[in-house]
């Protein structure tokens, strides 16, 4: 029952940037966008989160649609090491009862040299 | 600073079996949360806990329970094991609605 579509997979050639989409059409007020990428036998690792604005940090930026139905992970330049299974999860944090996160299929990305 | 540590990392069982898994939390966290991972899926939430109680619980039956303890470790116990329940197993700690960090994981077969 996860709340987002990802597309399956997608390919990107080193040292170029990446936009890995994510629709969320049903989200709600209180959920919060969060991304995490899984290594290949690796947990998963967490790479970014926002709630309405455009967010950056070392690893990414995320850009969050105006009406927040959509958004992207933006990897600037992408390297071989960041091949992995990209999860675009939606989870509230209001509440102790109801801050799960259910991931779906995710985005495998390849990173051609 | 250790990050969320899980054991053991690898584990196999016979159908009917029990299981236990184990989880210590990164420094600071209070909540620990369990998933499932089939292979070519992704992670399944099972339960969270936190104070020591379960908060919540996916779709998952009976036969997956846990606890936590007053250091904030927890154990993922599974009984009566069928073939289905092999998967990677993870283990996710934050602070009570904080960002969640996942460990390794177990890796749990059952023949």
């Known amino acids: 029952d996860a709340k987002t579509t990802q597309p399956n997979s997608m390919e990107s050639n080193e040292e170029e940037p990446v936009h890995l989409p994510c629709n969320h059409s049903?989200?709600?007020?209180?959920?919060?966008i969060h991304w995490y990428r899984q290594l290949p036998s690796q947990g998963p690792e967490y790479v970014i989160h926002?709630?309405?604005s455009n967010v950056n940090n070392r690893m990414a930026s995320l850009a969050i649609a105006e009406d927040r139905k959509s958004s992207t992970l933006i990897l600037h330049r992408a390297t071989l090491r960041d091949a992995a299974v990209y999860y675009c999860i939606l989870r509230a944090r209001s509440n102790v009862e109801n801050n799960d996160m259910r991931f779906g299929a995710g985005t495998r990305l390849t990173v051609k040299p | 600073d250790a990050g969320v540590t899980q054991s053991p990392t690898h584990l196999i069982k016979t159908r009917g079996q029990q299981v236990t898994l184990r989880c210590s939390p990164k420094s600071g966290h209070d909540t620990v949360s369990w998933y499932q991972q089939a292979l070519g899926q992704g992670p399944q939430f099972i339960f969270q806990?936190?104070?020591?109680?379960?908060?919540q619980r996916g779709n998952f039956p009976d036969r997956f329970s846990g606890h936590q303890f007053p250091n904030y470790s927890s154990e993922l116990n599974v009984n009566a094991l069928l073939l289905g329940d092999s998967a990677l197993y993870l283990c996710?700690?934050?602070?009570?609605?904080?960002?969640?960090?996942f460990g390794p994981g177990t890796r749990l077969t059952v023949l």
């Open positions: 049903t989200i709600s007020g209180t959920d919060y």
């Open positions: 806990y936190y104070e020591e109680e379960e908060r």
């Open positions: 926002g709630l309405t």
């Open positions: 996710a700690s934050s602070a009570i609605l904080g960002t969640q960090y």
